[in-house]
């Protein structure tokens, strides 16, 4: 008898789950055909809802919050805020209403209300895992330190749960936190939960992370399932190319720009196309691509100087200039600063030293030498305390008197030699050789001039000095050597 009616039990308690598993599948099928039926028929859909929560449904929770939510993805925030109080009503201590309630409170953009909502959740329901997203959702852009602490919370209570590594990584990568970001997406974008966009946004967090390698690993991982996927191409473009990978960096490109689906340019993406062509020394097709990222993004006036640079190394240093004064020009006042004025007498010091003499006249030669010590000039008073105007401005002299006939570099190269000894630093040897060069030079010329017979003693013993310092600083040097083998 006993036995009897433990199979009974047994069988009451089956039977009983049975129906419980077959009365949630029939409401969760009316919630979803509920879900159509809300935005084409608001009539039908309200009957619909009245029926699945008759009898013995009247108090179940989990349904009224089914059809809160329903009502809510269809943006009928009333209907929503209605079976979330009937849901409340039902049980007081509910953490699905609760988060029905802050999903309803987002909807209507109230954050503070919201928050207050979830940490209601949580406080009933340590383990609804909604409620840490959504909240983390809340102040992921507002408080990401709040987030970021709500999340960890969770991920103690589920170390395994990828959503939580998800958020956290869209969050570090929201703050620039590129580091953190790439910990966390390592947890899951090389998984079979992540999406390709996950992958994607690893693969950037990792190259903002100047982690080129993996980057690039994780790009050709995506190029492997979608060879015309625009943002692995981008990525492994970039990446190529900071790599210094240059051919494959340009089979990359050649994709990108003109293969991939839906593809989306960007400043960034000519930018690096330029600095690619650059590298492969195809400087005109890298200024049509700087010039193609300044006219996308006009606040982009840093790229004048590349294109200032693409023109300089194909020697082209009226382009040059004019790129750069562009550059220049864009500057605040306050930003124009000695350092930056100092390219302006590099280039035109190179325009004046081009050594094809197709490209340039005398008079322009002349002219661009002149300005370059004007510009060295004003370097020399507004940094005193440095060597480099005056060293330049001996440079930019020595070439307007190439025969050393005037004399025109001597007192600059004096001046910067004084300064260098005194500072006593062997980081200016290769600077001291060149003055000391220079005036021994200077003075071997004046010892055979009939002008300066009478100085000629002086000035002998002067070019020996200065040879003389020149191999105590390197002593191999062969041209002081022979200069003083000339002389004695």
């Known amino acids: ?45 309200a009957e619909e809802a009245e029926h699945l929560i ?48 802050g999903n309803i409170a987002v909807k209507q953009k109230n954050a503070g209300l919201a928050s207050q909502k979830y940490e209601e959740a949580i406080y009933f329901d340590p383990k609804c895992t909604e409620a840490y997203l959504k909240y983390a959702d809340i102040y992921k852009s507002a408080n990401a330190s709040l987030a970021i602490e709500k999340l960890n919370q969770l991920k103690e209570l589920e170390p395994s749960n990828t959503a939580v590594d998800k958020k956290l990584a869209e969050i570090y990568y929201l703050k620039n936190d590129f580091n953190k970001a790439v910990e966390a997406y390592a947890n899951f974008a090389m998984g079979p939960t992540a999406t390709e966009e996950d992958l994607v946004k690893y693969a950037f967090a990792l190259f903002l992370n100047h982690d080129f390698d993996k980057s690039l690993e994780v790009a050709n991982m995506g190029l492997q399932k979608n060879a015309h996927h625009a943002a692995f191409n981008r990525l492994a473009m970039y990446n190529y190319t900071d790599l210094k990978r240059f051919d494959e960096a340009l089979k990359a490109a050649d994709v990108f720009f003109k293969e991939c689906d839906k593809a989306d340019y960007s400043y960034l993406d000519y930018m690096y196309y330029g600095h690619l062509l650059e590298s492969l020394k195809k400087y005109d097709d890298a200024v049509v691509q700087y010039e193609k990222a300044v006219k996308m993004d006009p606040t982009k006036t840093d790229l004048y100087k590349n294109i200032s640079s693409a023109y300089e190394q194909k020697n082209d240093y009226k382009k040059a200039i004019s790129a750069y004064q562009k550059y220049y020009s864009s500057l605040d006042k306050e930003k124009q600063t000695p350092d930056l004025q100092f390219q302006f007498g590099r280039l035109y010091y190179g325009a004046g030293t081009q050594p094809d003499s197709l490209a340039i006249t005398v008079e322009e030669r002349k002219q661009a030498l002149m300005s370059a010590d004007s510009t060295f000039h004003a370097i020399a008073e507004a940094a005193p305390d440095s060597y480099l105007g005056n060293f330049w401005r001996a440079r930019a002299n020595s070439a307007l008197d190439p025969e050393t006939t005037q004399g025109l570099a001597k007192p600059f ?22 003055c000391y060069s220079y005036l021994g030079y200077y003075y071997l010329l004046a010892i055979e001039n009939p002008a300066l017979k009478a100085e000629a003693k002086a000035n002998k013993d002067k070019s020996i000095e200065y040879w003389s310092k020149i191999l105590a600083i390197d002593p191999a040097n062969a041209t002081a050597k022979r200069a003083l083998d000339g002389i004695k």
């Open 1 to 45: 008898m006993k036995r009897v009616q433990m199979f009974l039990a047994g069988a009451f308690i089956a039977v009983g789950s049975l129906y419980a598993q077959s009365s949630d599948a029939e409401w969760q099928a009316g919630v979803a055909k509920l879900k159509e039926t809300i935005q084409t028929n608001p009539a039908q859909a």
């Open 413 to 434: 190269y004096e001046e910067v030699a004084a300064l260098l000894e005194s500072k006593n630093d062997p980081h200016y040897n290769s600077a001291l050789v060149e």
């Open 54 to 101: 008759k009898g013995k449904n009247k108090k179940n929770v989990e349904l009224l919050v089914a059809i809160g939510d329903a009502y809510l993805n269809a943006d009928k925030i009333p209907e929503a805020q209605e079976y979330a109080a009937l849901a409340r009503k039902a049980n007081g201590k509910s953490a699905l209403a609760s988060v029905l309630e």
